[in-house]
Every structure is written in C-alpha cells, then in structure tokens.
C-alpha cells in the first residue's frame, strides 16, 4: 500500500492552461503539505493543511489553489500555467502540524512540464 | 524564523570510503532536525531525525548524524559508503512552534563511484 500517493506522476501541458494533480494520504494523519521542488532541486513550502483548515500559505502566486475535501486529501489546482510553474510537486503528510518531531512523509512527486 | 545550510553541493566518494554531509541551521526558536534522502525520480525518504536527548542520532543505511548545539550543526555521517548511497540528501530544520513547516536546505548530491 502506498502511504501517500499523487496523481498524475507526469504533467506534460501548454501555457495557458489548467491543470490539477491530486494527493491522498492512507497514513490517518492529520496535515498534508504541497512543496515545490525546483529544477536545482530545491524545495520550498507551498501549502499546509490541517484537518481541512489551511494554515501555511507562503508567498505563492493566487493561481495556485489547493483545496483539501477531508483530512486524508490534498488536490493542487493550478489556472493559467506558465513556464516557470515546471518543477517537480510534492505532496507530503505527517501525523500533528507542529506536534514536536513529526516528520514528514512524502509522494513520489509530480512532474509538471509547460511547454 | 529558521534556516538551513548544506555546506557542499557536491560529494564525491569512492566505494567504502568514508562520507561526512555537512549541514548547519539557524533558528530564534528550539528546533528538530531530519535528514532525508532522495533517490532518482522518487520522493523523499527520512534518514533520521533529532528530537531531543542523545546528540548521536543513528538512521537507516548504516547512516547517523551528531547533533552540536553550540556550533548549530547536524552532520551526516557514513563510514562506508555503497554505490547504491548515490542520491541526493536534504538537511531539514522543523521548529517546536504551531503554524510552521519544515524548511529545506538546497541538497548535497552524494556521487559514489567504484
């Protein structure tokens, strides 16, 4: 069983566009997280939910929009792609947001490409 | 707010020598620390992680990393590496503090050749 898995693992799509990439979690934690790995590799917070409430929300453009329909989904929605949205997502999940120690589990990552 | 420094962006080693992964943080605020590993095309793994208590922490793969509060410092240590350790290793710091997530450092990107 996949702990926390993505879907699609590939995004290959135009400028303009829209897309979604979805996340589940079977692990029956509390707090998913969206980070964005960048083509250096770096990888920097995007969103954090708790318990469907969102409660980290970094500096990111208000064309990405997460929505989290219960504790054990995360989806990504993205409007109006650009180039510079290619990178690798990653969802992530862990037991307690800010519970002392509580380490981060993560997907297998989603490939956004725009061409 | 807390940061992270991952002093090599690179490592080259030969098979069954030994590797140190340097890594060093900063926060206003007591911290967690995690290493994570990253293989091709995969997501993150964790390797270890320091909570509290005992500053020699021991992970998965033989690896463990020594935790030094007055030098802000979380090492990464291996005494002999396999070439199946090539991958690339992210140092994390998380805070004791609601509202936070854990923060990266750029990777060192581990190359173990024979």
């Known amino acids: 069983d996949t702990a926390v898995s993505q879907t699609p693992k590939y995004l290959v799509t135009q400028m303009g566009n829209d897309k979604s990439i979805k996340c589940e979690q079977n692990?029956?934690?509390?707090?998913m997280y969206w980070y964005k790995q960048d083509s250096k590799k770096f990888l920097k917070i995007m969103f954090s939910?708790?318990?469907?409430?969102?409660?980290i929300n970094e500096t990111v453009p208000n064309r990405f929009s997460p929505k989290s329909p219960d504790k054990a989904h995360l989806n990504l929605h993205i409007n109006s792609l650009e180039l510079g949205d290619s990178a690798v997502y990653f969802c992530?999940?862990?037991?307690?947001?800010?519970?002392?120690?509580?380490?981060?589990?993560f997907g297998n990552g989603t490939r956004l490409t725009v061409t | 707010a807390q940061s992270v420094t991952q002093l090599d962006s690179q490592v080259p080693v030969f098979e069954e020598a030994p590797v140190e992964l340097r890594c060093n943080y900063s926060?206003?605020?007591?911290?967690?620390l995690f290493w994570y590993v990253q293989y091709p095309n995969q997501g993150l793994q964790l390797l270890l992680k320091?909570?509290?208590?005992?500053?020699l922490v021991k992970g998965i793969n033989g690896f463990e990393a020594e935790f030094n509060k007055s030098q802000t410092s979380f090492h990464l240590r291996k005494p002999s590496v396999h070439i199946s350790d090539t991958a690339e290793y992210f140092c994390?710091?998380?805070?004791?503090?609601?509202?936070?997530?854990?923060?990266f450092g750029k990777g060192t990107t581990l190359s173990v050749s024979s």
């Open positions: 692990l029956g934690h509390d707090t």
């Open positions: 926060s206003s605020v007591s911290v967690y």
């Open positions: 992530a999940s862990s037991q307690l947001q800010g519970a002392p120690g509580s380490p981060l589990h």
């Open positions: 320091y909570l509290s208590g005992s500053t």
């Open positions: 994390a710091v998380g805070a004791n503090q609601a509202g936070t997530a854990l923060i």
């Open positions: 939910y708790n318990n469907k409430e969102l409660i």
